[in-house]
């Protein structure tokens, strides 16, 4: 995991900077996931995808900053607690003192009986936050939640207890159940705030869902909710919230692969966290950046992993969620180093912790990492019935990250024992479970273990055939082999990456100028509503007003209706909307036949199976291309045609008139006309050919249906 559950108290908050955003540049070399682990890397399709909307969220919301940015909330000043009420509200007296739960049963249900819902929600607010910290799950406490959620929470107002649902969201990201903590935290999203504190909690209950769609690989939906999740902290006086929001952009570019904006906003979140001195965040931000290292294979990452483990000694801190989580990174350092007896020292010391903490994360963590030492002191061992049995529930709950990290131990162990091919089912059921047949690491990954496979399946095969076949020869073709390998998985991986950029400008360029002409039309749609509602319904009513007084006057007043309503026709067709796109064709052909001496024909077999905006494009490219006719072609006759066929939409304008040069004109000041008829077909997704010769012009635009 590269970000862990932070729940604070939510009266701790001040305005912080901005987050530097930035658009996503293609130019990076892998499409792969962080995991816990070394080695277990969680590979994702579409990674351009998941980019190129980041790059559209960001665009959009740079565009909003200086709205969502204002402070709407400040936070209140403190109102006077009863004793008792206070002391439950300070964390230090839950983390230090044994009797916390006792006091807060005793006063909670003083509360109940006394029917002061809100002051018993108040300070069921405040154990619910320092539990959820503490992966606290116990029945007890859980009962009573569930208590008052079905019989007293309609008694208190909506937005003073969310944290019921953030708490039950919370207990279910620790059992794995992330489609129902999804479905807590949407509920809290649903709510808009009326106060500082609610203004937070609807805040983080966006950071929390953006972190739950990080970890299932759903990047796009992942930044969304962190965008809002920014904008609602922006609204009140806070820089650890924002800080939580850097936090969950490191985890994003990981996942898409900028490492480099990976590692600045881990930073960033580590210095938003020193700012406000809140040493436990400072230490979860150096334990993401360490696992930003460990994917990147940074030689960084061991030495700060010691210097963070060394700091934590030093410190007497008592926390023993950081103890977990610090001492099994320094754990699987030793590991690695080959130096067991200080693994196994730290391992021990660490079990009893990790049993009273009692949380599924951070025991399968462990779990984990205890495998791996036994795997490093016995290449044989083969004890992995926990990890089988959990494997079904981390899969039907999406909890991909810790499925890789599982086969990951699985793959790593069978590729020790030289057992390719189970090392090779287990990179398949990795590929199958995140839906990774498309990635070009995932594939290389299949590959070179399927051709070690078969490598030794044919060097078992040889030696019982020809007991001369040498351990040297073998040697040297698997190292043949592979040199081959890496030099076409090299010039693949390069093309391959060559082609995606290209194919996301392609995406970009074409999105843009749809948004472009998209609120180009709504303008002029408003103007031509302007004109035809207002200016003309005006000039009818005066001329209705002169009739009979001044004929010249009439006449003055139709000719500038008129004239409205062709400005208006031209603008926006009004009725577009009401007719369609093949009776508007048909009405701007009877037009131009009839105000030019010009014979044009129209035939259109299409049965609106584009969107409006879409069938509004093809009439401005239509309107575009017969204004180009009348106007330069000296042609006495053109023909309109639309066709429809399984894959695609053909469009043909065509005239017999004099004819130009494409090239020229196209490169010239005055092919505005012609330019905006091949922007107009891009942005629909189509393709605009242009041909001419002394015998007339044919456009053509082939727009292809979507699959």
Same mark, same amino acid.
């Given at each position: 995991?590269?970000?862990? @559950?932070?729940?604070?108290?939510?009266?701790?908050?001040?305005?912080?900077?901005?987050?530097?955003?930035?658009?996503?540049?293609?130019?990076?070399?892998?499409? &792969?996931?962080?995991?816990?682990? *070394?080695?277990?890397?969680?590979?994702?399709?579409? /990674?351009?995808?998941?980019?190129?909307?980041?790059?559209?969220?960001?665009?959009?919301?740079?565009?909003?900053?200086?709205?969502?940015?204002?402070?709407?909330?400040?936070?209140?000043?403190?109102?006077?607690?009863?004793?008792?009420?206070?002391?439950?509200?300070?964390?230090?007296?839950?983390?230090?003192?044994?009797?916390?739960?006792?006091?807060?049963?005793?006063?909670?249900?003083?509360?109940?009986?006394?029917?002061?819902?809100?002051?018993?929600?108040?300070?069921?607010?405040?154990?619910?936050?320092?539990?959820?910290?503490?992966?606290?799950? *116990?029945?007890?406490?859980?009962?009573?939640?569930?208590?008052?959620?079905? &019989?007293?929470?309609?008694?208190?107002?909506?937005? @003073?207890?969310?944290?019921?649902?953030?708490?039950?969201?919370?207990?279910?990201?620790?059992?794995?159940?992330?489609? @129902?903590?999804?479905? +807590?935290?949407?509920?809290?999203?649903?709510?808009?705030?009326?106060?500082?504190?609610?203004? /937070?909690?609807?805040?983080?209950? +966006?950071?929390?869902?953006?972190?739950?769609?990080?970890?299932?690989?759903?990047?796009?939906?992942?930044?969304?909710?962190?965008?809002?999740?920014?904008?609602?902290?922006?609204?009140?006086?806070?820089?650890?919230?924002?800080?939580?929001?850097?936090?969950?952009?490191? #985890?994003?570019?990981?996942?898409?692969?900028?490492?480099? &904006?990976?590692?600045?906003?881990?930073?960033?979140?580590?210095?938003?966290?020193?700012?406000?001195?809140?040493?436990?965040?400072? +230490?979860?931000?150096?334990?993401?950046?360490?696992?930003?290292?460990?994917?990147?294979?940074?030689?960084?990452?061991?030495?700060?992993?010691?210097?963070?483990?060394?700091?934590?000694?030093?410190?007497?801190?008592?926390?023993?969620?950081?103890?977990?989580?610090?001492?099994?990174?320094?754990?699987?350092?030793? !590991?690695?180093?080959?130096?067991?007896?200080?693994?196994?020292?730290?391992?021990?010391?660490?079990?009893?912790?990790?049993?009273?903490?009692?949380?599924?994360?951070?025991?399968?963590? /462990?779990?984990?990492?205890?495998?791996?030492?036994? !795997?490093?002191?016995?290449?044989?061992?083969?004890?992995?019935?926990?990890?089988?049995?959990?494997?079904?529930?981390?899969?039907? *709950?999406?909890?991909?990250?810790?499925? *890789?990290?599982?086969?990951?131990?699985?793959?790593? #162990?069978?590729?020790?024992?030289?057992?390719?091919?189970s090392a090779l089912a287990y990179e398949v059921d990795k590929r199958i479970i995140v839906d990774s047949i498309g990635n070009i690491t995932t594939r290389i990954k299949t590959v070179e273990l399927e051709k070690k496979y078969q490598t030794e399946k044919k060097a078992h095969e040889l030696k019982i055939k020809e007991q001369t076949i040498t351990n040297k020869n073998t040697t040297i073709a698997l190292l043949g082999t592979t040199l081959i390998g890496i030099l076409f998985i090299s010039f693949a991986f390069n093309l391959t990456q060559k082609q995606k950029k290209l194919r996301l400008e392609k995406q970009n360029a074409q999105l843009y100028t749809k948004q472009l002409l998209e609120k180009i039309e709504e303008e002029r749609k408003r103007i031509a509503s302007d004109l035809h509602d207002s200016v003309s319904h005006e000039l009818l009513s005066l001329k209705n007003f002169l009739e009979g007084k001044a004929d010249v006057a009439n006449q003055k007043i139709d000719a500038i209706i008129n004239d409205i309503r062709s400005i208006s026709r031209n603008l926006h067709p009004i009725m577009f909307d009401k007719i369609g796109l093949k009776e508007s064709i048909n009405q701007m052909v009877e037009r131009a036949e009839s105000v030019n001496n010009f014979m044009v024909t129209a035939e259109i077999d299409y049965d609106s199976v584009l969107s409006s905006s879409d069938e509004l494009q093809i009439y401005r490219i239509v309107q575009e291309a017969l204004s180009n006719i009348i106007k330069y072609a000296d042609a006495i006759a053109a023909k309109i045609s639309i066709t429809e066929n399984e894959n695609s939409i053909i469009i043909e304008i065509k005239d017999n008139g004099k004819g130009f040069n494409v090239e020229e004109t196209l490169n010239s000041k005055s092919s505005f006309g012609l330019h905006n008829i091949i922007e107009r077909s891009r942005a629909i997704g189509g393709q605009a050919n242009i041909t001419s010769n002394t015998n007339g012009t044919i456009i053509t635009i082939d727009i292809k249906k979507a699959q």
């Open positions: 995991m590269l970000d862990y @559950k932070i729940l604070a108290n939510p009266n701790e908050f001040t305005q912080g900077e901005t987050p530097e955003l930035f658009i996503y540049n293609s130019n990076t070399d892998s499409n &792969r996931y962080i995991c816990k682990k *070394n080695n277990k890397v969680m590979s994702k399709t579409n /990674y351009l995808f998941h980019a190129f909307l980041i790059a559209i969220f960001l665009l959009v919301f740079s565009c909003q900053k200086n709205e969502t940015n204002e402070v709407l909330f400040q936070k209140e000043e403190p109102v006077k607690e009863d004793a008792t009420k206070a002391w439950l509200h300070k964390v230090e007296h839950y983390k230090k003192d044994k009797n916390y739960l006792s006091v807060f049963h005793n006063y909670y249900n003083d509360k109940i009986k006394e029917k002061k819902y809100l002051e018993a929600a108040e300070v069921l607010d405040f154990a619910c936050v320092y539990l959820a910290d503490s992966y606290d799950f *116990n029945d007890q406490f859980m009962t009573k939640v569930k208590e008052f959620d079905t &019989r007293y929470r309609h008694k208190v107002p909506e937005l @003073k207890t969310t944290f019921v649902d953030a708490y039950l969201a919370n207990y279910y990201f620790d059992k794995y159940n992330l489609k @129902k903590a999804c479905e +807590y935290f949407k509920k809290i999203t649903t709510l808009e705030p009326d106060d500082y504190n609610s203004c /937070y909690n609807i805040a983080r209950a +966006y950071y929390d869902l953006s972190y739950i769609y990080y970890v299932m690989g759903k990047q796009n939906l992942s930044l969304l909710a962190n965008q809002k999740s920014f904008e609602y902290f922006s609204k009140i006086d806070n820089p650890k919230g924002l800080a939580f929001v850097y936090s969950n952009y490191a #985890n994003i570019y990981t996942a898409i692969g900028d490492k480099k &904006r990976a590692i600045q906003n881990a930073d960033k979140a580590i210095q938003a966290y020193k700012k406000i001195d809140n040493t436990y965040n400072v +230490y979860i931000g150096l334990i993401n950046k360490i696992s930003i290292y460990e994917y990147l294979k940074d030689k960084r990452e061991r030495p700060l992993i010691d210097s963070v483990y060394q700091a934590f000694i030093s410190s007497n801190d008592e926390s023993k969620i950081l103890k977990i989580k610090i001492f099994d990174f320094k754990a699987e350092n030793l !590991i690695y180093a080959n130096k067991l007896p200080e693994a196994k020292k730290i391992l021990t010391d660490l079990k009893p912790v990790v049993e009273e903490i009692d949380s599924d994360d951070l025991t399968q963590e /462990y779990k984990l990492t205890s495998a791996l030492y036994e !795997i490093k002191k016995n290449p044989n061992y083969s004890n992995f019935a926990d990890i089988k049995k959990t494997l079904p529930t981390l899969i039907s *709950n999406q909890q991909y990250e810790k499925v *890789n990290m599982l086969y990951g131990v699985l793959q790593n #162990n069978a590729i020790q024992n030289k057992d390719y091919k």
